[in-house]
């Protein structure tokens, strides 16, 4: 079994729909990593967070330690969204391993 | 500042030739890793290294070598190539401390058919 899970593995939404990503860890961490991966391309962090609530534009990324979740909301999407968001985390006695879930496909329908 | 570059981006291999994908970072970044993510799989680490004269072993390093002779390169060497090392593999590099320090920063990839 994965230490990390997320869910759904794949999401299509129409342009405008307000987007959820879910993660669910098994172990103790430090912080936990939202990544973006566009088709092709290369992997970009878009947030690390140890608690509570980050916001950059339009994504907001949530983390609760206590139930060992973190949530992707993504508002307003645009088809420019669509990417395979990834989770991973920083835990088990190390401050920089990282250990991956396997990512949720977003397309976003003009 | 350009980041992690990453060469090649994309190579075909015969089964048993040799390679080396190199990465190089101009952050000043103490920690590096290489990765493979196959499809349908998480992003595995294949070895990492926290300074230079320093590597260690991933959760999947068979096959592969690696060193790390300064503190921007970090080569990864493939010595007799085989079918089960088609991927897409990834470096990365962060600086070492608490979170936020140490977020992690990713090359674009190099895309790598062993046939």
């Known amino acids: 079994k994965n230490e990390v899970e997320q869910s759904p593995q794949n999401l299509t939404a129409q342009e405008g729909e307000f987007i959820t990503i879910n993660c669910s860890y098994s172990?103790?961490?430090?912080?936990l990593h939202w990544l973006q991966q566009h088709p092709g391309g290369g992997i970009v962090s878009l947030f690390m967070?140890?608690?509570g609530k980050k916001k950059h534009g339009r994504l907001i990324a949530t983390i609760n330690i206590q139930e060992k979740h973190s949530s992707l909301h993504i508002t307003a999407s645009h088809p420019r969204d669509s990417a395979v968001y990834i989770c991973?985390?920083?835990?088990?006695?190390?401050?920089?391993?990282?250990?991956f879930g396997k990512g949720t496909l977003l397309t976003v329908n003009p | 500042n350009a980041g992690v570059t990453q060469t090649p981006k994309f190579r075909i291999l015969k089964i048993g030739q040799s390679m080396t994908l190199q990465c190089t970072q101009d952050?000043?970044?103490?920690?590096m890793y290489w990765y493979r993510q196959d499809p349908g799989m998480g992003l595995k680490l294949i070895y990492y290294?926290?300074?230079?004269?320093?590597?260690d072993k991933g959760e999947v390093p068979n096959g592969y070598n690696v060193s790390r002779s300064t503190t921007e390169d970090f080569p990864l060497r493939l010595e007799l190539a085989a079918p089960s090392q088609t991927s897409v593999y990834f470096c990365?590099?962060?600086?070492?401390?608490?979170?936020?320090?140490?977020?992690?920063?990713f090359g674009a990839g190099t895309r790598l058919s062993v046939l």
């Open positions: 991973a985390v920083i835990g088990g006695g190390s401050n920089y391993k990282l250990t």
């Open positions: 172990v103790g961490i430090s912080a």
């Open positions: 990365a590099s962060s600086h070492p401390g608490l979170p936020p320090e140490n977020i992690q920063y």
């Open positions: 967070l140890s608690s």
């Open positions: 290294s926290v300074g230079a004269g320093i590597t």
């Open positions: 952050m000043n970044h103490n920690y």
